[in-house]
């Protein structure tokens, strides 16, 4: 009993003394990011989408924001990102100091329902569960984007397009099948990049924490590929065959900078919804 | 899973069967337990904001199953969400209804020592840096998963010492916990070396406590501690009527989604006292902390995985209109204070009657914290002082009256001052209220009470800045807002029967049909319920429009979406 209570003692004893981290600055780790990482098109890669939930008027979404932009930058070519502003506490226009704009989609209320109304800053990445949970806060999307990036691709995308002077966008995705698929959707979303707009931030220590000219990055702005948020259902394909379809999108009226805009393809699993392969292709790039 | 389920259900029988053969002691084994089931119909009601939910129909229900047989225990809970009930987390239901086994221990225990494994909840102190507890009604259970030893070495000395991961739904944390706490009640203690060396009017309790947790840093970003460490100290004594409630925590950085990522350190410091002595009692608490909010996972938010808890300031009302406005504490920085006086004015004296009066004052208040952002990632605060924002305040009057052996009234009035933009939802301004409330209780007949509620709430909506400055301007509004009217009428037939109506009528609803793009939300919210009582068995059925809202326990919350429909809640325990 008395040799119980001595080990008992030295485990709290261990616990209160050894069990601690204190971090110093800097805080951030020092990221040497390789520039000249070039992405092999004759090699399959499997890529990763982050959809970053968020809305203008939740203060603490740059943050997410900014954990987002990071990690697009550290995973160069591999990682795409969306912004989705969605919800009606954050992401609804309140006709006043900037928050004008609706950037709310159909598809993306869709997605954000489907989550259960997260509160945001929150984040999916290929929108995988773990238990039965999909979001997960920006502080855990590194750990699972570095997971999903290191499995092993089923299938490749090749994205095709021509840009016509009418301002129709004409685009062809090939997805090249590594291993027989079936029951999946293909989904075609826009996203327009770098929209100056209103946004508040808590990290602003006075009032209004409002930065009027926020650059707002990757903004989802819908569904463009027929379907919902999840696409349309695809054949079934058998490994080395290809899924092709093709779409037409017409920008003529729709107020969307087509000089920052970009078309992101995910091929989504219909049971699971997970994202098995996606790829982006900037319009005018 | 299934797999796992099964081999527990499997352990469990030849515990069971095992125990019942050949027994652990002396005693014979005894089983009790306790369960039950809540479930309610959904109908679309877009003018409350009721949604339609594809199940129609949704329930949640445990039972909790303990053997006990001598100084050996164990038990199981089943928990069922099929769906959860709306409001309650998702991840509980998960995309197609969860069920299976979320608590299971077995415990040795003893005069001197008890060791337990499989899921624990134990609280150090106030809980300020450890507090493993299940909230039924918020859908939360922090239990530890691992292993817990509690020794009494000698009298009045106690430590306790645990291990594990916390339970987030139907799955594990992603953090390790490990503690320990010292608690030493002196009187106890001092018994050891001989009697009355303490005064028996005076009690003293000391304690101390540690914390910590481990998460791997896996970011690429930031540097991260993977060892996270907080400790407690305390204090409490009481002597003739006074009695005095101290305790300070400490926990190193730890940068999180629910703090925002600052590598500040935190703190907590909680002084109670209270005076208590025939006809009279006052209570006066205090409470700060800054950057308190410690949980398992870095990742984690609202009620999932939390460590410890911290306790609310703020007076909880059963007034149904005075649950409009609930407090949270906010574990990233509040300071607040809290009193309260009861004062009975005796029988026979003027004011007292033939029965005696009651008179309750109430009144609480809370700020936030000063800070001054240093970098990204770090800011300075003024850590006992009142900050210049304030989050809420309460004062209260109830006069509690028994006319005669049948007849029984109460009376309050209260006022509140509750910052939505802080508290609940940024945008969402100021709002001040007054709420009055008269309860009447009349027996009629032996065994047959009728009791009466009536409550107003008058609201008023203004903007404010995040330096406390109010205007008249109008915030954002939701569909809940403005002057309240509230009746009850419940009718008791002892001991079985409690069948009762209400409505609720948000007749000053800004929108009226007129404003915005919103119809007219002057809405009334009729419900009923009969509740029937039958020893430990209890059967509750009710019907109605129930108005959305917030649900808080201890300063902890979870929204209540608005419904429309049937609910049904049957609970024993044996």
Known sequence: MKNLFLAFGILIFVVGVNSCDIITPPYREEVIIDTTVIIDTTVPIQKALL????????????????????????????????????????????????????????????LYNFLGKPGQPTGTV????????????????????????????????????????????????????????????????????????????YRLTTKPQIIPDYIQRHVFRGVIGGGDAFGEAMTATAAGGTFSKTITYDFKGKGFNVAHCSVVVSVIDDVTKNTLQVEEAHILK | ??????????????????????????????????FQIDAQTYKEDTLIGAEAIAEKMRSNGFLNLNFTKGAFSTGIRYEMYLKELNGFDKNLGGENGNTGITYRYARYSTEDYEVTVGNTYEQFGNGLIYRTYAERGLGLDNSLDGAKIKLTPVKGLQVIGLIGRQRTFFNLGAGIVRGGDIDLGLNDFLENFGQGILPSTFQLRVGASVVSKFQKDSDPVLKLPENVLGYATRMSMSFGDFSFNTEYAFKYNDPSAANNLTYNNGKALLLSGSYSTRGLGINVSM??????????????????LPINYLPAIAKNYTYRLLTLYPYATQNNGEIGIQGDLFYTFEKGTLLGGKYGTMITLNYSRVHGLDTTQIDEFT???????????????????????????????????????????????????????????????????????????????????????????????????????????????????APSWFISAFNEWNYGNYYDGTKGDKPDLR????????????????VQLGFGRIRGGVLCVGGVCRVVPASNGFSLSISSSF
Request: hydrophobic share 40%.
């Open chain 2, 523 to 538: 809405i009334h919210y009729p419900s009923g319920n009969v509740i029937w009582v039958h020893d430990a068995l209890r």
């Open chain 1, 126 to 201: 290929n929108f995988v569960s773990n238990g039965a949970k999909r979001e997960i806060s920006f502080t855990g999307w590194a750990t699972e984007v570095q997971k999903q990036l290191a499995l092993t691709p089923k299938m490749t995308l090749k994205l095709t397009w021509t840009f016509a002077a009418d301002s129709v966008l004409n685009l062809k995705t090939d997805v090249k099948y590594l291993q027989a698929g079936a029951g999946q959707r293909l989904a075609v979303y826009l996203v327009e990049d770098s929209i100056p707009n209103a946004q508040e931030d």
């Open chain 2, 287 to 304: 409470k700060s902390i800054d950057n308190m909010d410690f949980r398992s996972d870095r990742s984690a938010i609202l009620t999932n």
């Open chain 2, 379 to 493: 800011y300075n605060s003024e850590f006992l002082k009142f900050g210049k924002r304030k989050y809420f305040e309460d004062m209260g009057i109830e006069i509690s009256k028994t006319w005669s052996k049948e007849f029984k009234t109460n009376i309050g009035f209260m006022q509140q001052y509750f910052n939505k933009d802080v508290v609940q939802t940024p945008g969402y301004g100021l709002i001040k209220a007054s709420i009055i409330v008269a309860e009447i209780a009349y027996t009629f007949a032996p065994k047959q009470t009728i009791r009466m509620e009536l409550q107003h709430m008058s609201a008023k909506h203004l903007e404010i800045d995040n330096q406390g400055n109010e205007s008249d301007a109008l915030p954002n509004l939701d569909g809940n807002n403005g002057n309240w009217m509230y009746a009850l009428l419940e009718y008791t037939l």
């Open chain 2, 1 to 34: 899973m299934k797999c796992l389920r099964l081999f527990y259900l499997l352990v469990y029988c030849v515990i069971f069967v095992g125990s019942a053969s050949y027994g652990f002691a002396q005693s014979d084994g005894g089983i009790s337990g306790n």
């Open chain 1, 51 to 110: 959809i970053d939930y968020t809305g203008y008027r939740c203060g603490n979404c740059p943050k997410g924001a900014e954990a987002a932009a990071t990690l697009h930058k550290n995973n160069k070519g591999k990682l795409i990102v969306i912004a989705m502003h969605t919800g009606r506490t954050f992401a609804e226009p309140t006709g006043k100091d900037g928050f004008i704009v609706d950037f709310r989609t159909t598809a993306g209320e869709q």
